[in-house]
């Protein structure tokens, strides 16, 4: 059986995504700011420099997957913890510990949003694909709206897979993305309850196509089977799992 890292393994999909790792009999290390095996706030760059030391030493012969889950909800200030937690802490942690995915031929799922093709910042997400987070940070907290930091760290997080998946490929390792709709999980309670943002959610979330909500579970099947052998020859590829959503919303973008 294989070994596993994730982070924001603690609640919601990643904690579905880290069940069915462990019923499939696959050793999991989670990172999480709580109740993890490394507990590490992925917002500070010592946090992240710490969760690749600790997944170093403890998956030192190897990776065979890593999902970088922890993420924070369009509802969360000041905006920079948004860009910080989504997109630069996936793209460190995932740097770290590339040499560990290649030992085993692993692969990486990016968990993004099908939130990230509905308009975001283009300088912020620019700043990220530079790696410049001062940059990035600036410009989202100067903006001061967490839905558009959220919207732009998912759409850079999916570009950087996307631009790095040829080369990642070339060293064996498989980059893919999955973007999911509206999913029952604690962010999600958190953003209904938000001032600003609940009731549109609420709204939106009348509309999902197939008639309800995801489930975490649901997010993970599609996870599971993008770290499998079954998706080998699935390379740099997002697979929207949202009820239809981007469908209804950009029926011709493909
Ligand atoms: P959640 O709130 O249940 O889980 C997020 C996890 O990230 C938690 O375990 C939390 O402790 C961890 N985390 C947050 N900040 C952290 C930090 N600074 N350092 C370390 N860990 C931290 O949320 P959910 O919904 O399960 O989200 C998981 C991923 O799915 C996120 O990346 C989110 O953006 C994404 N997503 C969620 C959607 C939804 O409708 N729930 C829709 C699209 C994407």
Redesign the pocket.
């Known amino acids: 059986m294989g070994t596993y890292a994730m982070?924001?393994?603690?609640?919601?999909?990643?904690a579905a995504i880290q069940q069915q790792l462990v019923d499939e009999g696959h050793r999991v290390i989670v990172v999480?700011?709580?109740d993890a095996d490394v507990v590490?706030?992925?917002?500070t760059r010592q946090?992240r420099e710490y969760a690749v030391e600790e997944l170093r030493s403890r998956a030192a012969d190897g990776l065979d997957g890593y999902i970088p889950?922890?993420?924070?909800?369009p509802s969360v200030t000041p905006a920079s913890l948004i860009t910080q937690?989504?997109y630069f802490a996936a793209v460190e942690t995932i740097e770290g510990v590339k040499d560990l995915l290649i030992k085993k031929g692993g692969s990486v799922v990016v968990?993004s949003?099908n939130s990230a093709p509905m308009g975001a910042d283009p300088d912020s997400v620019e700043a990220c694909l530079q790696h410049d987070e001062v940059k990035a940070c600036a410009i989202v907290d100067q903006l001061g709206e967490p839905q558009n930091a959220y919207g732009g760290s998912k759409l850079a997080l999916t570009r950087w897979m996307r631009r790095n998946s040829t080369a990642y490929a070339a060293s064996g390792v498989r980059l893919n993305a999955v973007a999911?709709?509206?999913?029952r999980?604690?962010?999600?309670d958190k953003v209904m309850a938000d001032k600003a943002l609940g009731q549109v959610m609420k709204d939106f979330a009348d509309t999902v196509p197939v008639g309800s909500l995801g489930e975490?579970e649901q997010i993970a099947d599609a996870v599971m089977f993008m770290l499998s052998d079954k998706a080998s020859f699935m390379c740099g590829s997002v697979i929207f799992v949202d009820g239809g959503h981007d469908a209804m919303l950009r029926p011709d973008d493909f």
Not at 7 to 14: C, D, L, Q, R, V
Not at 180 to 183: A, Q, R, T, Y
């Open positions: 982070t924001g393994g603690a609640t919601g999909i990643g999480d700011i709580k590490a706030d992925l917002s946090g889950c922890a993420g924070l909800g937690v989504n968990i949003s999911p709709g509206i999913v999980t604690p962010l999600t975490p």
